[in-house]
């Protein structure tokens, strides 16, 4: 089968197309006919080693995977012998660690959902790891209720347009920060506010937020702290690095520090795949309450384009991957 190979960190021009063995199933897992999949900042870890802090679990010497891709939806080609909820011919989605930026994949049985009805692979692939991230930060770590007010930087992201979706769904009135070509696209998703942080500084409204979801990580945690309200949370998803070394550490650190002193609750957390967030995100996408956002979509052969785009940080939703 074809598959992009990754023997060591760096750029994208590391990563290769080649030829190589075909995964078989063992008895409690999958073989998917990859269809499509994405690119996350999760992934570019992963393909650069940063921060480097952190190579224990990226690999301490090179890649601990060589294929990359955690998102993927496709089509169940065989099945080992003790799975039970999937047949050969069924359409899937889900997230895994097996790599899936190849035309086939090995999963199990339980990273796997039936493709929602109503999405093509490509948009079913958008889905899966952004989406743990924005049901979980909005429904589990803000507890978000009906009538609270939420603010989303980074809005027009995997994540943001996810969450933007999520919160509405919830109840909350929803505010979301992106640029300004995106502000007609982040309404229409149904925030009931935009800002467009090219001309505003959301940091310095006097309007107070219940939750403050940030993907971006590009203020103060001061200014953070200053639109919250006094019981409200920061809930810092970002994962951009602020150095090669200690990536993020510093200001999470700051955060964990200044966090038992006052009302406010800073917090970050990672997303965690389940079974039944996997359902969950798809009775939303099914209910027509959730829709995710494609910005491009690139072949196989061409991922390392697609990273390198990723490396941009502005795309308008996911970039996924066709097989």
């Known amino acids: 089968m074809k598959a992009i190979i990754i023997d060591r960190y760096g750029k994208p021009d590391v990563l ?5 063995d075909k995964p078989v199933p063992d008895d409690h897992e999958v073989l998917v006919r990859v269809r499509a999949s994405s690119v996350n900042p999760y992934d570019w870890h992963y393909l650069t080693g940063l921060p480097k802090l952190f190579r224990p679990a990226f690999g301490v010497f090179r890649p601990k995977y060589r294929i990359l891709g955690a998102d993927l939806a496709g089509q169940v080609e065989a099945i080992g012998k003790d799975v039970t ?10 997230q895994t660690t097996a790599g899936t930026y ?10 796997l959902a039936p493709k929602p009805v109503n999405l093509t692979f490509e948009q079913a692939a958008a889905v899966p790891l952004a989406g743990f991230t924005a049901l979980q930060a909005i429904r589990d770590q803000g507890k978000v209720q009906p009538g609270q007010k939420v603010l989303i930087n980074g809005a027009s992201g995997g994540v943001g347009t996810l969450a933007v979706q999520i919160a509405r769904s919830f109840g909350a009135e929803v505010t979301g920060v992106c640029s300004t070509s995106n502000v007609d696209m982040v309404r ?12 505003d500084d959301f940091t ?6 219940n939750l403050v979801l940030d993907n971006v990580g590009n203020r103060s945690l001061s200014e953070y702290r200053r ?6 949370t920061y809930l810092a998803c970002h994962g951009q690095p602020e150095n090669r070394w200690l990536g993020p550490l510093w200001f999470l650190a700051r955060m964990s520090v200044l966090s038992p002193f006052v009302g406010q609750k800073l ?25 995710p956002v494609v910005d491009r979509a690139y ?21 996924v991957i066709t097989i």
């Open 16 to 20: 290769r197309f080649e030829e190589v």
């Open 85 to 94: 909820r999937v047949r050969p011919g069924d359409e899937v989605y889900g």
């Open 102 to 111: 190849a035309e086939y994949a090995t999963v199990a049985e339980a990273e």
């Open 188 to 199: 229409s998703i149904g925030a009931n506010h935009v800002i467009d942080y090219t001309r």
């Open 204 to 209: 310095s409204s006097s309007q107070l937020y």
């Open 227 to 232: 639109i919250l309200e006094p019981k409200g």
């Open 267 to 291: 917090t970050a957390f990672v997303a965690k795949p389940t079974t039944e967030d996997l359902h969950a995100l798809t009775e939303l996408i099914e209910a027509g309450t959730l829709t």
């Open 299 to 319: 072949p196989l052969r061409e991922v390392p384009d697609a990273f390198r785009y990723l490396e941009r940080w502005h795309a308008r939703g996911k970039v």
